[in-house]
Structures are given as structure tokens and as C-alpha cells.
């Protein structure tokens, strides 16, 4: 089994997240969606954001955009990497997750958690010891190859905060915007621009000690089960009741290889669980 | 004890790992992660054997006496009960 249906995924993600500009609905199935809400069906995505933004996506028809006001330089490329692009995954197959990667010997190496909990940081310092990066904040995962998880290569830049800038020593680059206060960042040892299978996800915690375990069974499903978009969007695009989403975390456990990393969460910690990661992931064979 | 215990279809999705059982309550989201004796004592709910009897088979393969595992299967099955995953027939 090669990469093909990988970088099939990678050219319909970028054909579909093509942007227009033109009218866009404020109801979706008939039920109106307010300013800084959504709706999503099996076929459709419909956002209006609080600024008077409306993305409208239908399958096989591309992303229209309806600009109403006008809005902060940037603001309509956060949206449009973020919700909308998850959405339109979603609503393709693939799986989104809320994760930062690097790559390494081929293979990716992920790392998933709350917002906050360092996933960015994290990544981004890896680029000192020269991982490229392969995606931040969003990792989507390509299932339909049985012998392989691919990943589709980071579609949005990376987006540090002031002190993780100075953690990891990434290039500072413009601010991102009123949105969100953070700046964009170069990351240090590149990007990579081509799927690649998943080597390991691993979700991030906070711990007195440093280090890593695999997670299986309940645990696992419990640190899958994400409330964050990405995570909603394919219960919503694929109509899975509880049962339904039961049954897709449990084929997500079943093929993602987890781990949970803990490790104190301060400044003074942060090259040893650096260097910690970094040794995991030169470690791992592929 | 004596009446049959059945798992409540319906209420629940469950899905198995090499030594835990994971159910899902399906109206309130919940997980239960059953391993160890809670596993084998979901796994014995067939809608034929009662509590007695779950007691007895479970003493059986521990070689334990039924007094020593009546207590955790009792509040095992409280506990389900509770969450409405196993009704008494």
C-alpha cells in the first residue's frame, strides 16, 4: 500500500477549500444560524462568525465566503483554516484532530490535547533538534488505507504565543491578529509538505514527574473523546448518535498508536521535557 | 439473587479491549471502564444466570469462597443497576 490515497485526500482538501466570494445563506435545513454559530449536515458546513463572516460549503462545490463588514487583515484566513477546513475534512472522510506534529525518519509523531496544554510549544521547540514541523493545531488523518494511519501535511502556519516564542526560539513573524493573541512563527527545521503515516499520538498532560505511557482501552477512548470542533464536526457530518461516536472512537483506538505524556508545566522544565520528547521520538523505529 | 440479569440493550454501546470492556450509557454519555472482576461479572450478565449464580461461577473460576466476591459483585451490579445498564428480569 503506498501514499495514493493520502495525496488523493491532500488535492481534494485543496480542490474543496478553494474560497469564492458570493451570496451566502443564513439557514442551513431550513433553521437559521446566527451570528457566531453553525451548522453542519451530511453534505453542507454554514458559518457566520460574530464579525459578519459567512462561509457556506457543499460538497464538491467549493467554500463560499460572504463578507458583510469589514474584518481585521487575516481574520477571514483563521476562519477559513481553521472551522471551515476541519469542517470540509469532516464532511470528506477524513478524520480531524486537535493536534501538532513533526515528522521524523518518514513518519509522524503528534501531539494532542486541550487548548493550552503546549501542543504548539511543543512542536515548534522540537524544530531546535530538527524535526520539520508537520502540522499545528489541526492533524488530519487519512483511514482509509487498512495497513497504514496517513496524515495529511499542516495546512495552517504555526502560531505561538510570546512565551512559548521564547522557549523555543522560533522567528517571530507578523502578529495573527485580534482573534487570537499570538504571533505567527518560522519553524526552525522547515515544514513538510507531503502525507506521512502516523508513527504516534501523544496526548499531553501535566504531572509532577516527566514521563511517557502507552494508553489503551477506556483511557484511551476517554482522551479521544475530544470536545473540541474538529471532534464534533465528523459526529455531525457523519450523524452518529452516541452509539455511532462510541463506534468511531473505538476504530480510532483500535488503529492509533497512544501514548500520554506528563510532564511539569514551567519554563524552567521545558528543556528537559524537550529533550525527553526528542529522544522518544528518534527513539521509536519505524 | 435469584431472578435472571440482563443486560439493558438498547441503553448502552460497549467495545472490547484485550483486558477491559469500555460501555458507553448512551443517554448520558458515560463511560465505564470494567476491568478485572467487573469485567468478568459483565461478561457472566446473560440474561439466564442470576446474581446467585454469577457469585457461584465467578467463586468457581477463583477458587475463592462465594463469601469473599458476593460483596464486589453486589456493588457491581448496584452500580449498573444504578446507571440502568442491567435490569433484573
Redesign the interface.
Known sequence: MSAVSALAALALMRRETELRVGPVARALDGRSVEPGHYRINRDEFLLWTDTGLGFHYRRSCGVTLDQTAPVPAGEIELWHHGSVYAAIAALNGLVPLHASAVAHNGQVHAFAGPSGMGKSTLAAGLGRNGFPLFCDDTLLLDLSDPDAVWCLPGHKRLKLCSDALALTGAAAQEHVGVMIDKVYAQPLAGVIDSPLPLAALTFLADGPNLGLRPVTGGEQLSLLNDDHYTADYVVLARGLDRAGRMAHLAGLAAVLPTGLLTRPRSNAAFADGLAFVAAQVRGRQP | MSAPLRKAEGRF?E?A????V?V?Q?DS?E???L?GTARDIWLLIDGRRSAAEIVATLAAVFACTESEIAGDVADFLAQMTEAQLVVAE
Open positions: 454501546s467495545t479491549f484485550e483486558d477491559e469500555v458507553m448512551l454519555g463511560f465505564f471502564s476491568t
